[in-house]
């Protein structure tokens, strides 16, 4: 059987079947409609992960949301992030883009790590926990 793997720009109605949790870290990262910068993967029409990147005073930040399928398909997502990141950075003309990671997260932290970002510090009691700050600069 052939899997179809899409990626498209980015739609609030990708999201609206995540957990409440996700939907509220989506609000706080800015991300309220469709006009938000952006890309979402579905497999066969079955909804993966949205991902993006928002710039602020030249400096961009990474928000990524994903689902059980990115799991089953890692080269696929990773791939379709690290050209939406090189994408986002040409686009923005960026020389700092980073990312938050939960501090126990383990799997998102090697993932991360393996776009090329390199850990910067710890943020403490930060949107529901401590992260990790990860840079990626050009």
């Known amino acids: 059987m052939h899997t179809t793997k899409v990626v498209r720009p980015f739609k609030i109605d990708d999201v609206k079947n995540l957990r409440s949790h996700d939907q509220k870290l989506l609000k706080i990262a800015g991300f309220a409609d ?13 909804y993966a992960f949205s991902a993006g990147i928002v710039e602020s005073l030249g400096v961009g930040t990474v928000w990524v949301l ?13 791939k379709a992030v690290r050209n939406m990141l090189n994408a986002g950075t040409d686009l923005y003309k960026l020389e700092r883009v980073q990312a938050t ?3 126990e997260n383990k799997k998102a932290i090697k993932w991360i790590e393996f776009l090329g ?13 401590d992260h990790y700050l990860y840079a990626r600069i050009s």
């Open 66 to 78: 994903t689902t059980p399928l990115v799991e089953k398909y890692p080269l696929w997502f990773s």
């Open 117 to 129: 970002f390199e850990r910067e510090g710890l943020m403490r009691k930060y949107v529901g926990g």
């Open 101 to 103: 990671v939960l501090k």
């Open 34 to 46: 469709d006009n938000s910068p952006g890309y979402s993967g579905f497999v066969d029409d079955e």
